[in-house]
């Protein structure tokens, strides 16, 4: 692994408490193994939000726009604090399922660990299933940050 200069850690975050702990692991980590840190924010479709429900689309809205203001906080965030921190680091946003997406970006990352938070508020029962399917898919050490 990391045969071609350092790795990459890979941190999914969706704006929640657990994950900006994981972020906040994650940096660490990566600034101790010299290596590149990758945020992922996995937005979810709207599609995948209401497959059923027609409610004139104002709950759809709701997600989009509370989707958006989190991808503002995490980029504002990223330009704000990581400077200090020394850490190449990287904000990746992608849309659609978090678990296929997240294993998606840490193939492409070439990443050598996988880091999220226990749980995310909205997607609760997703995110919690999310670490077990990280883990039993073992193609990286993840790591769950309560």
Known sequence: MGMD???AILVGIDGSTPSMRAAAYAVGM??????RLIAVYVRSLPSSLLPLADTGGTATVTTIDAQDAIERELREAFQEYLPAL??????????GDAFAEL????????????????????????????????????????????
């Open 5 to 7: 200069g350092p790795g």
């Open 30 to 35: 990566a600034r101790r193994q010299h290596c």
């Open 86 to 95: 020394g850490v190449e680091a990287e904000l990746v946003i992608r849309t």
């Open 103 to 146: 294993i998606a970006a840490a193939g492409e990352a070439r990443a050598d660990a996988v880091i999220v938070g226990r749980s995310a508020g909205l997607l609760h029962r997703i995110a919690g299933s999310l670490a077990v399917k990280l883990v039993r898919c073992g193609r990286w050490p993840v790591t769950v940050v309560p």
